[in-house]
């Protein structure tokens, strides 16, 4: 999700562009802040944000 490679919205596949908020979801990482960057782009899982407000009101 970092420099130059395009990230897509996980459920609606919609590019997220550079600057536009966005939320990662994801397990906290076992080493803390430390290489955190990594593990999201292994892990992570992104979501624009009219995407998160559908997650919120499935609960
Ligand atoms: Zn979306």
Known sequence: MFGKKSTM???????IAV????WVYMQYPPS?????QKYIELS????????VGKLEERK
């Open 19 to 22: 600057h536009e908020r966005s």
């Open 9 to 15: 919205c996980t459920t609606c596949g919609k590019e």
């Open 32 to 36: 803390g802040m430390t290489n955190i």
């Open 44 to 51: 992570g899982e992104v979501y624009c944000t009219s995407c």
